[in-house]
């Protein structure tokens, strides 16, 4: 064990232990770079100036500069550069610039979570006091108390808040915010990237409406986009936004040394090719570092992951820096402790955090200088967010990325450059997937009546409103379309997922303290939340006693265990229309409308440190029927094979393509499936889908339409490259793995690509 030492001594160690250095597949250092600074410019309010110089800021970054410049002339545009240049004062200058000469003027700030905006209004109010100016800032969000949102209303010349509280606290109650609608002159979007699938498809439709009602008090605000580094950020920000945009991209901001380490676990069966688990790896690295004091950050991908590398490190640390020396940080978690832990990171009193990607973002968390990945984040994008979160400005830093054995995790790790130098992916959005537009105009209706050949973000909605119309929900008088129902659209929608509705997780440990500690949606809902399931929150154990489904609660009671629960879906798919389709030699590739059956079947209980199946229990919920659009393919001629050995090679497949497909198309792993069929109903060939997972799509599966190809080849490629000799978890995973499981799975791979050999 080492004693207590700075970062360098640590990377030293590891470059010297023999079972370390082992496992390092590869060591990547990018220096550090200098910044390129220019002067203040002339116009710039002398308070501002001061309160900089104040900072110790005696001249602007580059970008800082344009930023100011299109944002003074009235011009929308877009930043995009790294995590920790200096973003904020991109939008904050203008913004403060323009209240200074006219005290009349109004901005509307929007942050996709409320820890963000939080974070951002303690920065903001930070730059007010030290100019010494009155300039009234404040956060309008659900946690807003009842008798300060009055006060917002009237007087507020900033307002920050989030897509769903703009969607449905701000927007349906236009009339009482008329001050700030007849005065906007900017609409800042922080951090646009996240704005991609169907949260971006929500959020394009509330900017619709937003826009809408500006038009109406006949203000005609700049938009101001911030993001990090996609392909495509000025298209992603012209379609959320409506509007044409400029685009930053040169970085002016210094950067600190970095060291990428890219270490794999040792494999503990050779046979079968399986690596000691990433998670226990963590564990080791991790303990090092916090058993040093040095401030070390965690990714995991899933909420329970967070929870048990948690719950393995309390268990390795707390003699050394206390059980709260280290916390775990997710969606779920009640704003007032999220709050506690991110001041804690700042002040130094939290050594690690370990947490989900809702810690990738621009949530100020002091001076980290270890990040560890486990597991590839799904897109290098996230990827570099994840890395910038540590070694700020000229501060050095390690980033650890620790490979599991899935397909894409090994991939990465084999193909180090595929990381450095890929260009990131592209964001997609689909503002007029008819479930969420209709959504929309119903909410835009009950805003605003629509006038007769009235369009709504430039797209004729004529047809939509007679629907509506035959629905009862609207009524047609004087050549406008009024909202008619008594219901309050806003409220049954929600912008983060699919359904429209959370599942609240109740604590009942103590009958005379029961209180929500959680919420979920209902999709997760279905393998996390089953009667008998184990909740992880904060490292802290719950048992599932009951989940009312009809009212959508989950009662939970704190236990002990030894072990974690994990479950099964069962899907049956039905093609309801074919929209697309064109054919190859030997494949029939379609793209179009599917209904989608699932069912949690089964969980199963799945030990502490081995990870072995210790028991397993049925699971008692209503079947869910998504409808969605889906891209297939399907063999024209099966091979001469016995049905077991097909279904073998087709799950082989299955298990590549899932960990493929993300790095084509920007998602997360879970937000496309990948299903096989031995015998379609729809043509009663073998056939795979693939599939979004929210209602009516997204657009992810019309990207894998055009790509399929390129996916199906690197998924050979991926499975012809693993060292294995018949498939193992880093290639064909364990449902595949027969005699003939790799050699099945690259013959169908073969077969679908119409390829005779090979």
Known sequence: MLGKRQLQDIINWMKQTKEINENIVHWETIEGKESNDVPFPEKLHPRLQAALEKRGITSLYSHQREAFDYGMKGMDFTAVTPTASGKTLCYNLPVLQTILENAEARALYMFPTKALSYDQKSELNELIDEAGIEIKSYTYDGDTPANIRQKIRKAGQIVITNPDMLHSGILPHHTKWVSLFENLKFIIIDELHIYRGVFGSHTANVIRRLKRICHFYGSDPVFICTSATIANPKELAEALTGKTMHLIDQNGAPSGRKHFVFYNPPIVNKQLNIRRSATLEVRKLAGEFLNNKIQTIIFAKSRVRVEIILTYLQELIKDKIGLKGIRGYRGGYLPTERREIERGLRNGDIYGVVSTNALELGVDIGQLQVCIMTGYPGTIASAWQQAGRVGRRHGEALILYVASSAPLDQYII????????????????????????????????????????????GLDVEDVLDYLLDQKVLVFSGYKYYWMSDSFPAHNISLRSASQ???????????????????????????????????????????????????????????????????????????????????????????????????????????????????????????????????????????????????????????????MVPMYVMCDPSDVYVTPQLKSSHNEKPTIFLYDRYPGGVGLSDQIYDKITDIFMEAREMIKNCPCENGCPSCIGTDGISQNGKKDAITLLNAFLSVKKG
């Open 414 to 457: 084999n193909h180090p450059e595929y990381f450095f130098k890929q260009s990131p992916e592209v964001a997609r959005i689909n503002p007029d997937n008819l479930i969420i537009l209709i959504d929309h105009i119903k909410c835009a209706a009950f805003e605003l009546p629509f006038k007769k050949g009235e369009t709504f973000g």
């Open 501 to 659: 509705e959370n599942v609240v997780i109740i604590d009942q440990t103590n009958i005379a303290h029961v209180h929500v500690i959680g919420e979920m949606d209902t999709f997760s809902a279905l393998t996390l939340l089953h009667d008998e399931a184990i909740y992880m929150h904060q490292g802290v154990q719950y048992q599932v006693e009951k989940l009312d489904w009809e009212e959508k609660k989950a009662f939970v009671r704190e236990v002990q265990t030894d072990y974690y629960t994990d479950a099964n879906l069962a899907v049956d798919l039905k093609v309801l229309e074919v929209d697309k389709e064109r054919e190859t030699f030997a494949a029939q590739i379609q793209y179009g409308d599917v209904a989608v059956q699932a069912m949690a079947t089964i969980f199963k209980k799945i030990k502490f440190e081995t990870h072995e199946n210790i028991g397993s229990g049925p699971i008692h919920l209503p079947e869910q029927i998504l409808h969605t659009t889906s891209t297939w393919i399907s063999l024209k001629d099966e091979p001469d094979w016995h049905k077991d050995r097909l279904e073998q090679g087709l799950l082989g497949v299955t298990h590549v393509l899932k960990n």
